[in-house]
């Protein structure tokens, strides 16, 4: 788990969640481990930040207001086909694993296993 932390250490991440209560608390793991963390609560906020902070890993909820994050991901992989991305989805169907994602976790997640997710990216 060291090895993982030291990776995560040196990483800018972008969290995408509409849920104010799972947002600010995985945010706040999240922002423990990282570099940089920037949060949007839907995916028209989380592309603005996506194309003006340029983040390593994109970790989003799929079910938002505004954008969902299906289109996010598709415009996300329009500007870059190489950036992580990580779907959270209370849903357990699979329009969610695709191959434009990384991987994919049902809520409620287990945030080591978010965070070796993330690690194995890299």
């Not at 930040?49 to 938002?64: A, C, G, R, Y």
């Amino acid at each position: 788990m060291t090895d993982i932390l030291e990776r995560l250490k040196a990483l800018t991440v972008l969290y995408v969640e509409d849920e104010d209560i799972t947002r600010e608390s995985l945010g706040k793991f999240i922002r423990r481990r990282v570099k940089t963390l920037y949060v949007a609560e839907n995916g028209k906020a989380g592309l603005e930040i996506f194309l003006k902070e340029n983040p390593d890993v994109v970790i989003t909820d799929i079910e938002m207001p505004l954008m969902n994050g299906h289109e996010m991901i598709e415009k996300i992989r329009e500007h870059s086909s190489n950036v992580p991305i990580i779907v959270t989805t209370a849903y357990n169907d699979e329009q969610h694993t695709s191959d434009a994602v990384n991987a994919v976790f049902i809520k409620p997640i287990i945030q080591d296993d978010l965070m070796r997710a993330i690690s194995s990216c890299f």
